[in-house]
C-alpha cells in the first residue's frame, strides 16, 4: 500500500502515521514524491484488513499495491535508477546499456587481466568471474576461492572495473566485501532465503539470477526478501529457465524481461550465455535481449575458451565480445538508448 500525502504535510506527519502502522504490525518506508512524501506499507497481506479503520490525513491518496511483492513493485519507485557504487560509479536503469563480461571462473591473474581488457576494449563497465563456483558435478572444478577474491580485487585496482562475482554461501560475505562491488546470486540459489536475508543486510549491490524454473513472481519475491531486510540495491537477471529444448542449455524467456521492466523499477540484466549454452549462440540472444529492453548484459568471455575450466563452449573470445558490443550499440542507437561506448585504445591499466 503506497499513501501519498499532499505537499503540505511534512516528515512529522509521515512519522505519525508510520507509527501507527508499524503499531498494527505493518512496516513502512519513506518515499519522496515529488515535492511531498510517500509511506510505503509492507507486510503481512492479512494485517492490511486492519487498515481499513485507519484515519488517513486529510488530502491523502491511498493506493494499494495488487501484487504479493510490494518494494519491488513499479509503484514504490517509478523513477528510479541504481548506482553500483564501485571504483567508478555505473547508473544503472537510466536508459542505458551496462555491459559486464568475464571468465565463468577466474582461474588465474593473467587470464583474468586479459578478460579485463576485453571488457574494456568493448567498452564494458564490470568484470565478472567466480571465485566460488556451483558445479553439477562435486567432481568439477569449484574455483579457486579466497585467491580468487584477492586476483578481482588487484585488476579491481588496475583496471577501475566493478567486480561481480557469485556468492554461495552467507559466510563468505565478509571475505568478500573489500573485493567485490556486486554480490551475484546463482540460479541455483534463488530461493536460499537465509543467503537472501544475508545480502538484504549489507549495502552492496546483488545481481539476482533468476533460478531455470522460477516463475517471474517468485523471483520478484525472492528480491523482495532482499529488499525488505534494508538493501536498496537488487539487480535482476534472466539467465533461461529450462524447457523441453535440447539444442540450447537453457531457453531465454525474452518475455520476462518486457514483464520484469513492467512489474517492477528494478535493473533488468540477461545472461545470454548460459541461456545459449553455445558461443555461435550468444550474439544473438544479447542482440534479443537489449531489443526487448534489457538495463544490461552478463557475458562469459574467456581468452582461450577451448582452455576454460569451466562454460568454455559458451564463452565468447575477446574479439568475439568486442564485435557483439559493436553490434549491440547499433540496436541500442535503433531504439534510442546508449550501450557501452567503444574504447579507441588499447585497454590501459588505471593505478
Ligand atoms: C555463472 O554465472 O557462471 C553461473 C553459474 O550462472 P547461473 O547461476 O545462471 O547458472
Ligand atoms: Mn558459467
Partial sequence: ???????????????EMREQLEVLGLHTRLMRAGRGWTVVCYGDPDLFARVKQFTFPAGAIVTAVPQPYVLCARACA????MIVPGPRPITLGDGGIALAGGPCSVEGLQMLRESAAAVIAAGGTMLRGGAFKPRTSPYAFAGLGAAALEMLGEVRRETGLAIVTEVLDARQIDAMIPHVDVFQVGARNMQNFSLLAELGRIRRPVLLKRGASATIEELL???EHILSRGNTDVILCERGVRAHETLTRNTLDIGAVAVLKQETHLPVFVDPSHAAGR?????????????????????????RPGEALSDGKQSLTPDAFIDLAAQLRSIAAALGRTSAPAAHQPAQRVA
Fill in 1 to 15: 500500500m503506497l499513501v501519498t500525502l499532499p505537499p503540505d504535510c511534512g516528515e512529522s506527519d509521515c512519522d
Fill in 78 to 81: 517509478p523513477d528510479r535508477a
Fill in 221 to 223: 519475491l525472492s528480491a
Fill in 279 to 303: 558461443a555461435d549462440l550468444v550474439a544473438a540472444h544479447a542482440l534479443a535481449a537489449v531489443a526487448a529492453g534489457c538495463d544490461g548484459l552478463l557475458v562469459e568471455v574467456h581468452p
